[in-house]
């Protein structure tokens, strides 16, 4: 499976609200996790099974989509929120969203 | 809380073999769940390597398939990768994580992940 994120990269302020879209190349598929990185850290598990949110993950991370295409949104960004997040559909990652400081 | 502690060499040479250890605490690689590893080129993003459950149970990625080794050792409650023939390609951080992968649940991510550890491919 090959999957897509668009934008590859969305420079926003804090307050913002920013949308994330991964696409599967072969569907439907319900295992799509999202992923935040911070710069030199672990990836870590916002979402699983497209809209399930990780215990302890802020409210504001919803994911949604279904088939072959999903969605992250980050409501009201944080200045912590400002990292990569990947998508993953089972051993696949997408390519990633760097999501910066306006 | 599930602690993982990548292990092993930081600098290996053109055409030999790496080796890298993941410790885990607070979780019994042997009560479940697969274990796996996953890496990432500098400025590159994520990609899979392999994972095994306690059981010898292992899947590879078809593109390193022929290269790579995963084991699970549950009296020391680790699991390792060996990875062979490596050059510069190979040049990442390399990253142990518990795999939760349940094709009736929905569920395949991976929850906890060690800090990572820079594996550089140098003569």
């Known amino acids: 499976i090959q999957l897509t994120q668009s934008p590859s990269y969305v420079s926003a302020f804090v307050g913002d609200t920013v949308t994330i879209t991964c696409r599967a190349s072969?569907?439907?598929?319900?295992?799509l996790a999202w992923y935040q990185q911070r710069p030199g850290k672990a990836p870590k598990l916002l979402i699983y099974?497209?809209?399930t949110p990780q215990s302890g993950v802020p409210s504001r991370f919803t994911g949604s989509g279904s088939g072959t295409e999903f969605t992250l949104t980050i409501n009201s960004l944080q200045p912590e929120d400002f990292a990569s997040y990947y998508c993953q559909v089972l051993e696949s990652f997408g390519p990633g969203t760097r999501v910066d400081i306006k | 809380q599930v602690l993982l502690q990548e292990s092993g060499p930081t600098l290996v040479k053109p055409s030999e073999t790496l080796s890298l250890t993941c410790t885990v605490s607070?979780?019994?690689?042997?009560?479940?769940?697969?274990w796996g590893w996953i890496r990432q080129p500098p400025g590159r993003g994520l990609e899979w390597i392999a994972s095994s459950y306690h059981t010898g149970n292992t899947y590879y990625n078809p593109s390193l398939r022929s290269r790579v080794t995963i084991s699970v050792d549950s009296s020391q409650n680790q699991f390792s990768l060996k990875l062979t023939s490596v050059t510069a390609a190979d040049t990442a951080v390399y990253y142990c994580a518990r795999h939760e992968a349940s094709y009736t649940s929905g569920k395949y991510f991976f929850d906890f992940w060690g800090l990572g550890t820079l594996v550089s491919v140098s003569s």
């Open positions: 607070g979780y019994s690689v042997s009560s479940g769940y697969y």
């Open positions: 072969q569907g439907p598929t319900k295992y």
């Open positions: 099974a497209a809209y």
